[in-house]
């Protein structure tokens, strides 16, 4: 079973994992959401932050109209929003990205830590009953991975110097504290052991991955 790395954005996932398959005892995969935008043109929107601030105020709009249908005519109005068949087959596409990773770690003949789980597609793409849930609470079942998960806590907000927003760092470092926390929801509610990685140095983050990983 391959064991997976999560947090929200800037935890430096992709740094810890890079680190981690340089000292040569694990491998690693593409972070699917930004591997599945990189492929396809249709998105280009979803922009290299994974799931970022656009994907959220879609979203949002999404579970708005939904909800506005529901209670004025009785049902969804999510068919004549085109971002909403959008982002339906970008989670469609996300799962199977997501199991093709896992049934390849799971064949791999050295431990494979991956950059995300299927869990991590639960507070963004299910939340508000915008999508189906049978699909992926029955592929979510079926494709557990190793324990602990690793979350990857968040740098302190003086690691961003806010470039040319600085105003805009205080409420977006808050924005993620809240999906941090709804990481940790989604895989302790399936059961799993959620081990936090604190902020410390990567050679020191690494060392404490490959302890429960080697050992």
């Known amino acids: 079973q ?11 996932k992709d740094t ?3 680190a981690l398959v340089a ?9 699917p959401f930004n591997w599945l935008a990189a492929q396809d043109e249709r998105y280009e929107w979803m922009g290299p932050g994974n799931m970022g601030w656009f994907t959220s105020q879609r979203l949002h709009l999404m579970a708005q109209v939904n909800e506005w249908g529901l209670r004025v005519t009785g049902r969804s109005l999510l068919k ?3 971002v909403a068949s959008l982002m339906r087959t970008f989670a469609d596409e996300c799962l199977e990205v ?5 049934e390849q770690a799971f064949n791999a003949s050295s431990p494979v830590v991956l950059n995300r789980g299927l869990p991590d ?7 508000k009953g915008l999508f189906p849930l049978a699909a992926y609470q029955e592929t979510v079942a079926r494709y557990r991975y190793a324990e602990p998960i690793f979350l990857l806590d968040q740098l302190p907000m003086s690691a961003f110097p806010g470039g040319k927003w600085p105003r805009e760092i205080p409420s977006w470092y808050s924005r993620q ?4 926390n709804q990481y940790r929801d989604c895989y302790s509610k399936l059961g799993y052991e959620v081990v936090s990685v604190p902020p410390v140095s990567v050679e020191a983050r690494c060392d404490l991955i490959e302890s429960y990983i080697l050992r």
Not at 23 to 30: D, H, P
Not at 177 to 180: G, T, V
Request: net charge negative.
């Open 2 to 12: 391959p064991y997976v790395v999560t947090g929200t954005n800037a935890v430096g």
């Open 16 to 18: 810890v994992l890079e």
């Open 23 to 31: 000292r040569g005892n694990v491998e690693s995969m593409a972070e």
């Open 80 to 82: 004549f929003l085109p």
């Open 98 to 102: 997501m199991v093709d990773q896992y």
């Open 121 to 127: 597609l639960d507070p963004w793409m299910y939340k």
């Open 177 to 180: 504290q809240q999906r941090q």
